[in-house]
């Protein structure tokens, strides 16, 4: 702004030095009061507007930042794994290792979802535990008639989360179910285990769904062409098109949990295709999908 000033200033001394010949009243290269005052008048509006624009713009910038901070309110989740070990009674080698997972909410403002997370992995963690007391009984079994114990294998049960969805309205987790209990391989298998944030209810897929028939036949559909499709095609199982309309026919019986990109379904080894083939994961788009979903629980 001062360098507007001077610069109108200036061109008011030009034209007076100009002028100065022919007039009698003013004096050669003298600026009068009244004509910085007429330049000053001249800037005033131009003031206002720009103050105006400066304050318009300070308050979106205040609006979008409030905006960011609603939009990332989600729980904070931390994944702890706990570990139980069972040995000979020398204690030379191990017979089992059992693992669980506890999942906790380490922000504020989510208490009944912490409250029902904690619940849940408890009953995760002593199902586990009962699980392994039988498998290191027959660890010890199998153990004892092993001629040589360093060819031995310890035995494994155990259960792994990772979170796939975790937003202000669900926290879903994937889970890998895995054991070992002697022979040439152990087993594994996907599931997933979904909570509604505000009311930390476990949810089952018709608590999820609304359009409960109309998202059957289109997962199916979908289903169907990835396994007609490579890398599945050449190896599933002659009977898997009525293995999964199977799982959708049993209740509770399709196994499944929310990505951020999708619902997403798994089958386990041997289910559809043989071991070799492993565990099957397909996703169902959000897109193409959300559609079926209640309101509530659709991706914002």
Excluded at 190 to 216: H, K, M, N, P, S
């Amino acid at each position: 702004m001062k360098k507007k000033i001077v610069m109108g200033l200036c061109s008011i001394v030009t034209v007076v030095l100009l002028a100065g010949c022919g007039s009698d009243t003013k004096d050669e290269g003298v600026v009068f009061e009244e004509d910085v005052a007429v330049i000053l008048r001249d800037e005033v509006p131009a003031l206002a507007q720009t103050a105006d624009e400066v304050s318009t713009q300070t308050a979106m910038q205040e609006t979008e930042e409030s905006t960011v901070v609603e939009e990332i309110n989600a729980p904070e989740i931390l994944i702890t794994p706990i570990e139980e070990v069972w040995y000979t009674e020398d204690g030379t080698h191990v017979l089992l290792t059992a693992t669980s997972s506890k999942a906790e909410v380490v922000n504020e403002g989510f208490d009944v979802l912490a409250q029902a997370l904690n619940e849940w992995s408890d009953l995760v963690y002593n199902e586990i535990l009962a699980e392994a007391e039988e498998y290191a009984s027959w660890a010890a079994e199998h153990f004892a008639l092993m001629e040589q114990a360093e060819a031995f294998q310890g035995y494994y049960t155990s259960m792994k989360l990772t979170p796939e969805r975790i937003d202000d309205v669900i926290a879903s987790f994937r889970a890998l179910h895995s054991n070992y209990t002697g022979g040439a391989h152990g087993n594994y298998g996907y599931t997933g285990y979904t909570f509604d944030v505000e009311t930390g209810e476990l949810l089952t897929l018709d608590r999820v769904i609304a359009d409960d028939e109309g998202f059957q036949a289109a997962a199916i559909q979908r289903i169907l062409e990835v396994l007609e499709a490579e890398p599945y095609a050449s190896g599933v199982f002659s009977d898997y098109e009525a293995t999964v309309r199977g799982a959708f026919a049993q209740d509770g019986f399709l196994t499944w949990y929310l990505s951020q990109d999708g619902i997403v379904v798994t089958f386990d080894p041997y289910e559809v295709g043989p071991y070799a083939m492993g565990a099957v994961e397909i996703p169902l788009p959000y897109e193409e999908f959300k559609d079926f979903m209640a309101i509530k629980y659709r991706p914002n």
